[in-house]
Every structure is written in structure tokens, then in C-alpha cells.
């Protein structure tokens, strides 16, 4: 059966090809170093050429050709120089996006509710609305804005006017007018670096070390022992553990927590897996303290785990209040479906842009794509198989890889290290045989290719991975 | 002699029309009723139709035809459809950008140092790098970071490690690995609506109710009396009684002032101007106290005020140690000149994006041809000519219009009106006369066309508002 590879990239490679003894080599080496006159360029893994990459395959300064397992920080879905999405950006709504970029709160474009609707078509399960912001951190900023609006309003009567004290207060950065509120989060979660939203983060010091931070509570995300199976009655106890903590917090913190957020799987924090018992607790924890529930799909959404939104797997009931998402959808933003999480008054969540049309088109175009291909069913599969072969790899090095996770979830797939050395060897080592991949947590290996990847390609890469374990 | 506009907008009209009797008409309001169920509408001046909009001039939903001199909240710089700026909309290098986004910071293309130096090349006076945001807001925040980053690494040594206590009260927001620091920011002021800058801005209660925020300090910024020539006395007194109050601050906030943060002009505050005395003291006093000063020209720069950088006017020596900047830029970000300003590890200041490369081509080719084409002096020239014509109508209305400001400052203009009440019929009466502007403040009117407005654009505006006043 031809795959959606085999039909819109007729020009992707049939394997990688490393052409020089580094990546980068001498050619990218020379420009790194000449753009890092103008560009912080310490965390490049190479300069890459967009111009000859294509679909799965990702090629360098040099002329390398590698298998791309990691899509620009799990960004990019449908593959390097998608022709279906050429022609979006080629497209009449896209040039006037591009040059004429409104201030869409105030002049909306003649054109903007169909483009609006286009990402609606593909919202969860559950919510009707969507607002938009400019990336991960932004739509985490902007759904927390919703959140403490709604909470305050609530209280104060939807439709009250401020109180003098309010407004006064206010200008002065003090309570009543900017109460103290929280929001809790988990250990390990990462939800951004803007400064509401690296008060949220846990993953690394790194993330947020020297920024003045709100005083937030955490909860404990669980740690699974692996493989599933095998553990039921440990993890089955690890949720409990945890939603204990969660509503521990609850019980305690010294101010309102006005929501709990949560990523259906920690990514940047390692790879972390929950069960559906778990998040069905929040959802319950959270309804009895009168606390909002927003879900962080942006690593997850749009596919990455085989369906569109990775939270729907977990039939929260009933579902999340906010959701969030950025990455693959290349626009960022939330979902939501209570019209009361609409500020009470214009304005009040409200910037110049309000999201940025030429993105929303291509979010719209990229999930529509999505669903007139098939590709979540063949993603599901593809991670299936991608799984099992993984698992042979780690039955045959069980001194190296250990907790494959992620079956059934599409090809969100990661897998532990041993130490943080040996993984950056292996990193390394799999980028010189031809294949891009990223790291997540303190020992983890995640895989995050778009959604054109198919078997072919996980036959590309298992030999490839065999190789440089055998030789680690 | 021919202007820009002649030139690149032959289709631009002659004058505006209006041909419904409210603005939206019939067929806008249908639209925006049914836009209504999927966005919110209630800051919706009218529906815009950019594919029909021209030069100065934008067209609504209804065919209405105004002479724009709000241009998308200040963010429209070369005219609706520039044919210049289509080409580039059309170029290789955007449709790269626009269906290969990368994660910069990790994957940079091999094009990409290219467009990063089209933005330094116009850089403010004594600026030497860039960092790249997504709007506005993010600019402040990024720039906040670098300063926070930084004022730590002085105080710890720049290359000296995290202490194994900072590590781990960073991880439960709490000093000293977030250390309780501050940004003085001006009563009035507008820096943007996420957590950290809606800590920053004091313009209304509106824009900050409700949100947790940073308890941070403000100074006064200077209330001139017009016209300048004759309150030169008052006025001089009016800076030094600010900077006292900044000075204050820092001999008596609880925790250190790390760095000042000003616009040139506030904007959204209400057309607040200073002189470069007020400028240079707020550099004297921050390189008294070991502080940082930020000039933020999200609003005022690129062009807006007949030079590039609004700041440059005022001749802060030494310049500013960042620049924020985004609007008419269609892009966002920090410049600085330090090196110290990048923290001393990789990966401190970063996130998946870093920048949207299709909007640092815009910004690139924006200012090239604000340059090439010498809008700026031409804008200067025009800028005098309708401050005169505006004072003529100041002199013929004496009850109606005051504190007309902006002289020199190309068009870039603003006078109040009486009342609030009055003021938005005027707003609404010269939009059905054919042309949009906006508000700023309590009581003032912004102008904000475009760098391509000209005498011939202020022969129209100024006898519709004549027209106007003479029936408000």
C-alpha cells in the first residue's frame, strides 16, 4: 500500500547519508562560526538546509542526509517541504496574511472565520472555542489569564463592576486588584519560560534559575515502573501517591490554587506516561476545591500520539477546561468550551495581534491534512510496530536501554540511558550513522518524527540503532 | 514631485467613501454577528477587507473606503498590499520559512544568518546583537530574563556555577535560585499584558485586573504643559521632579531595582512625552545604582516618529543597554551591545522558536525599504506639515482640542479632547466621515498612519476632521 511518504515525497531519500567525519562538518562548522557573530549559536546541533530537505529526511550545511526522529523540537508534523502545504503558503489568504497582518481583535479580516473555524473543525472532544496566542508559553500565559479572570469574576459576581479598591490596588501591583493566586503544577513538568510560565516549569534549574518566580505549588507527577504490564499494582499505587499530594496541596497552600496544569505526558521533563485513573483524579480533585483543569497538548497535540489531542485517550469526564497547544500546530494557543472563560469585559484579554493569521491558516491546513490522509490511523500503526522493534533492540541491550515507553501511542515514543554521558555518545553516535533524535529528563531518549513517518523509515532507523549499540 | 504612495500604490483612491450609514454596515455587522460564535468580537472596530485595502487607505467588509491613520494599532508601516513587500511574501526564502519553521536555536538554516543581519544593519545607535521574540509582550520578557540573568551572574561571577542551594530553591520558586528582584516601570506606561509585563504596565486597571503580579515599583513620568515653547520652565521642572521620584524608589524599594524600563513616547498611556534631560537622567541614575535601562519601542520604533528609533532622538549616552521592539516591525525582540547580556550558559535564554524566521524576513525587508525609498525624511516633512495644519484646527477649536503634541516627531501626533463621551464621537463620527484613528489615555487621540502617508493624505484628513468638529 503506498504511504503518504511514497505519494507527496516522490524525492525523499531511501536512507541517510553522512558525508563528513563531524556534524557538523568543515562546511557547517565555518558558517556556524561566522553566524554566531550574530546569533547565539551554542545549542546548534547543525545548520540545516531546508532547501534540500524532504518529507522525513533532514539535510545539513554539508550535504548530510539524516532520518529526522526529532522535527524540530517536535514541531514540525507533515514532513520538510510538504507540497500540500506549499501550496497553502502559496496561497492568495496566506499572501495577504503575510502583508497585511491585522490586529485581529480590532480589524479582523473579511476572511477570518472560516480560518477561525478551520482549527475549530479539529478542537478536542468537548470544547467549542479556541484563542490564540503566538506560542507554548504564550497560550500557557494566556490560558492562565482566562483562568484567574474567570476565578475573580466568579467570585466578585460575572457581570460586577471592579471595586474602587480594586482599581486602585491594582495600579499599585497589590491585592485585591492582583490577588494572590496560584496555580499548581507537577515536578518535572515544563510548561514554558516566560516568567508565569517558568514559575509553573520544574523540569531543569537551568529553565528558570535568576528570574523572580510566583510562589507556586507543585504536585508529584507519577514515575511508572516498567514494562506496563508487569506493574500494575505499583503504578495502580503511584497515582494514588500522587493525586494525595495533589489535593495535599489543596488542603494547604497558603493562597486559592485557581487551577491545576498537566501535560498528558511529560515531555521535556523525560517522557513521563500517567494513566487514565490519574487524570481522571485531577479532574475530580479539581472540581471539588472549584479549581480549573488545563491540559498542556502543547508537545502532544496535533497527532504526535496517534490522535489528535493525546488527553482525549483519558476520557476526562467531564473534560478539561482549558487546553492548550503550540508546536506542530505551528499556532499556539487555547481550547475551551465555557463562554464564562470569556473575560466579562472586552479587553481585558487582549493584545495587538491576538494570534497570528499566517500560522492559524497553516494550523487549520496542517489538520486538515492530518484527517483527509489517514494519518493518525497509520501513525498508531507504525508506532506499533516501531515499538516492538525498539523492544527487541532493549532485550538484546539490557545494560543500555531500559523503560521503553509509550506503546500505543503512536510514535511518542522514549527509552532510558544509562547515564547522561552515554546517552550524549549515543545521541551522537546515531546523528553520524544518519539519524536526528533529542533527549528529554535526566536519562531519556525521545522520539518525536512527524506524522508522515511509516515503516519504511522505522526500518531505516532500527538497523541503524542495532549498530551503534552493538558498538557503544 | 512623486511620493512612495504615487509610485507604489497607483490604485490607491483619491479620497475616502462611505457608503453605508453606520461603519460596520448591514453586510459587516452580519458577518461579524456570525464571526461572534467563534471569536470574540467586542473590541471589533469594523470587519476589514485587506484583499480590496491599498496604500493608506483599508476598505471594509461593507466596501466602505478609509483613509487609515491607526494602521492596525500602529503596525502597518508600508501601506496594505505593498508590492514590494508582496515580492518578498512570494520569495524562496519565505516559503521556506513558511513550511519549514525551525526550531532556530537547535536547527538554523543555512539562509539564516543572512536574515538576522538584514535586522542588525538597522539597528538603534551603539546596538550590536538581536534576540528574537514574538510580540511585544515577549520582547519585554525576554529582555527582563537578560537582565536577570544577568544582575545574578554579576553578583555570582559570570561564569561562576549555581550553588547547590540555588538549584534547589529554583526548583520551589524561591530565592535564592529566584531571587526577589524588580523593574521600575513609569505610572502610565504600557510594556504588554503577559504576568511579568502586566507587573510593568500602569495604564489601566483593565489591563492588569485580576492577574497574580510582581510587586514592583513605579516612578512618576513626566505630565508637560502645551505648548512647549511657552512652559519650557515648567516642564524642566516637571523632569526633575520625576527623576526624584525614580531616584527614591531606588534609595528605598525593599529589594534591588535591576533595571528601568521607559518608552520613548507612552503610547497607549496617552501620548506622554519627555525631553532628552528626562532620558539622560533616567541613564544617569541607573548606571548610578548598577541597573539596567530598557527603552522600549515596541510602539515607537521602526520609522514611527520620522527616525527609526525614537530613543536616538534623545542621545542617551552611553545608549540604552536593550531596545525592545515589535509592531511595525511585524517581528519582535531585544537589541543590546553587552555580551554579558547572553546569559554565560547555553539554553538559559531559549525556547523551541526562538524568533519566527518569516517575521524577521518581513522586518528585514521592511526597514530596507523604509531606507532605500527615504521614507523617514519624507515622513519628517509631512510629520511638520500636519502638526501645522492640526494646530490651525487646535486655534479654530480652541473648546474641543488640546495639548496637541508631537511636533518634530514625524506623525506621530496626539491631542485630547474634552471628555471621554466626546471623544469616542468624534473617533465615530470621523470614521463614517472616511477616516480610522484611535484613542490613548483618558482623553487623547493617536495618529499612527503608516511611513507612506503624505501631504496629500493630510490635505484629506484635515478637512473631514474640520468638518467633524465643526458639527461634534
Not at 501517591?241 to 489543596?250: A, G, H, S, Y
Not at 488527553?311 to 473534560?319: A, D, F, K, S, V
Not at 555518545?425 to 550513522?433: A, E, G, I, T
Request: aromatic content about 10%.
Amino acid at each position: 500500500m503506498s504511504t503518504y511518504a511514497d505519494k507527496y515525497f516522490p524525492g525523499e531519500p531511501d536512507a541517510p547519508k553522512v558525508v563528513t567525519k563531524t556534524i557538523p562538518g568543515p562546511k557547517g562548522a565555518a558558517a556556524i562560526k561566522s553566524l554566531s557573530e550574530v546569533f547565539d549559536t551554542r545549542c546548534l546541533t547543525f545548520l540545516a538546509d531546508y532547501s534540500k530537505s524532504c518529507g522525513n529526511f533532514i539535510v545539513d550545511a554539508d550535504g548530510n542526509v539524516l532520518l529526522d526522529a526529532y522535527c524540530q523540537i517536535a514541531s514540525i508534523a507533515m514532513g520538510y517541504n510538504n507540497p500540500n502545504l506549499i501550496k497553502v503558503a502559496k496561497s492568495e489568504k496566506m499572501l495577504r496574511a503575510l502583508v497585511d497582518r491585522p490586529a485581529l481583535g480590532n480589524f479582523a479580516g473579511v476572511d477570518y472565520e472560516e480560518i477561525q473555524r478551520d482549527i475549530l473543525k479539529y478542537a478536542p472532544k468537548g470544547q467549542k472555542y479556541v484563542w490564540n496566542g503566538l506560542s507554548g508559553a504564550d497560550a500557557n500565559e494566556l490560558a492562565m489569564k482566562a483562568v484567574f479572570m474567570n476565578y475573580q469574576s466568579t467570585r466578585r459576581g460575572y457581570d460586577k463592576p471592579f471595586t474602587a479598591e480594586e482599581k486602585k490596588s491594582c495600579m499599585q501591583n497589590l491585592p485585591p486588584g492582583n490577588p494572590e493566586l496560584a496555580v499548581l503544577s507537577f515536578k518535572r513538568c515544563f510548561h514554558g519560560r516566560l516568567f508565569a510560565t517558568a514559575s509553573l516549569t520544574r523540569s531543569k534549574p537551568l529553565h528558570k534559575m535568576d528570574m523572580p518566580a510566583f510562589h507556586w505549588p507543585t504536585g508529584e507527577f507519577p514515575s511508572y515502573k516498567y514494562p506496563l504490564p508487569e506493574n500494575v499494582e505499583y503504578n495502580k499505587k503511584e497515582d494514588e501517591r500522587c493525586l494525595k499530594t495533589v489535593e495535599d496541596q489543596f488542603k494547604n497552600w497558603h493562597c486559592p490554587i485557581a487551577a491545576v496544569i498537566v501535560e498528558p505526558i511529560q515531555s521535556e521533563g523525560g517522557d513521563n506516561h500517567a494513566d487514565a485513573a490519574f487524570f481522571q483524579g485531577l479532574r475530580d480533585i479539581t472540581l471539588k476545591y472549584g479549581a480549573k483543569l488545563i491540559i498542556d497538548e502543547v508537545q502532544t497535540g496535533c497527532g504526535g500520539t496517534g490522535i489528535m489531542w493525546a488527553h482525549e485517550r483519558y476520557n476526562i469526564t467531564p473534560p478539561p477546561d482549558l487546553v492548550t497547544f503550540s508546536k506542530k500546530m505551528q499556532s499556539s494557543g487555547y481550547f475551551f468550551h465555557d463562554p464564562e472563560m470569556v473575560p466579562n469585559l472586552p479587553y481585558r484579554q487582549f493584545n495587538t495581534w491576538c494570534g497570528d493569521p499566517k500560522n492559524i491558516i497553516m494550523a487549520g491546513a496542517i489538520m486538515k491534512e492530518i484527517n483527509e490522509h489517514g494519518l493518525l490511523p497509520a501513525l498508531r500503526e507504525t508506532g506499533l510496530y516501531f515499538y516492538s522493534k525498539l523492544e527487541e533492540l532493549q532485550n538484546k541491550y539490557p545494560q543500555i536501554l531500559s523503560n521503553l515507553r509509550g506503546k500505543g501511542k503512536g510514535c511518542f515514543l522514549a527509552f532510558d540511558m544509562p547515564t547522561p554521558e552515554k546517552r550524549a555518545k549515543f545521541l551522537s553516535d546515531m546523528r553520524l550513522n544518519g539519524v536526528n533524535m533529542g533527549d528529554c529528563g535526566q536519562l531519556g531518549v525521545r522520539l518525536r518524527p512527524g506524522l508522515t513517518f511509516n515503516k519504511k523509515h522505522v526500518d531505516i532507523f532500527i538497523p541503524i540503532m542495532d549498530r551503534v549499540l552493538s558498538n557503544l
